[in-house]
Every structure is written in C-alpha cells, then in structure tokens.
C-alpha cells in the first residue's frame, strides 16, 4: 500500500521555487532544494521528479502566483493606467522574505540560449504575461479609454518588453523614485 504525503505539494514547490529564484538554477543543488523542502529527496524525485522538472514546475508556481497577486489588487472600477501601474509596481516592490528581481527573467537571463525547455516556458509564460496585459488594453479600447485606432497589440508588446527591463532594473537598483519616474513615463503611451 502507498504511503501517504507528509508535506503540502504547494508549500514545499513553494521553497523550491525560493531557493531557485535566490540562487538561479545552476547554483542550486539538490542538497539545497532538499534541505530547504524539508522533504527526503526520494519524496523530492517520487513528487516532482528531477531538477529539472522541478525547475519547470517552480516557473509555473511563480507565474500563477505573480497572477494571481495582480488579479486581487485590481477593481472592475479601476481605470486602464491604475491598473498597469499596480503591475509594474509589483514588479519593483521589494519584498524582505523574496528575493530580488523576478525568477522568470534571471532565469530567461540564466538559461534560455542554454536551455531549449526553459526558453519555451519561458516564452509561454512572457506571452502568457503579455496577453494579460493585451486583455486589460482590450477592455479598456472597448470601454472608450483608449482610442480604437491604437494598436494595443503593439502597445502590450511594449508594455511587456518595458515590464521585463524594469524587472531587472529593480534587481540592480534602490532607486525607487528612479524606477517609479520610469514607470510613470512607459504609462504615458497609454
């Protein structure tokens, strides 16, 4: 008879997905993920399988989460420009329990010319990213916030790209009212 899990899945993918996001992938051993999973490595290898798969698994956690955060912070009320300024301002709030930066673009950065597997999460997950924020220009165009002769296709991509620098920008600098006057120029298109 199979035992049962002693751990919560998502809790322990969860320290998995820290110690990745700290450390890249690279640096990262199985030692580390084990030591911080609190799990004995074959509940690691029997769960998620190998690094790698876990890795992949860690980079889906994330997106859902950072997602999932967006959503909450966000009111049907709320104006086009609020909204994707709560997205990027997500993406320079510094967290004292989170590392630095954004797991998905140092792992872009890490491995995707390295990595045929992760750059195509990754690119799913960047092109996920960016229909989000295509979606929200969508309802806004519709709503008469936007002029419908704007290419919000062109528009997201832009916001994406801007989005992924001011990732690492963040990463690199304390600079907050740097990175908000940024923030707040890249707004001005829309």
Known sequence: MARSKEFDEQAVLDKAMTVFWAQGYE???????????????????DTFGDKHALFLQSLDRYAKIIHQKFENQLTKDMPIREQLSVLFEMAISQNEDQPRGCLLVNSAAELALIDEEVEK??????????????????VAQRNGEISTASDITAVASYLHNSLVGIRVLAKTTNDKSKLESIIQLTLSIV
């Open 121 to 138: 999460k990754i690119q799913e997950l960047f092109t996920s990213a960016e229909m989000q924020i295509y979606d929200l220009l969508s």
């Open 27 to 45: 640096k990262t051993s199985i030692q580390d993920l084990v030591d911080e999973m609190k799990i004995h490595r074959r509940s690691l290898y």
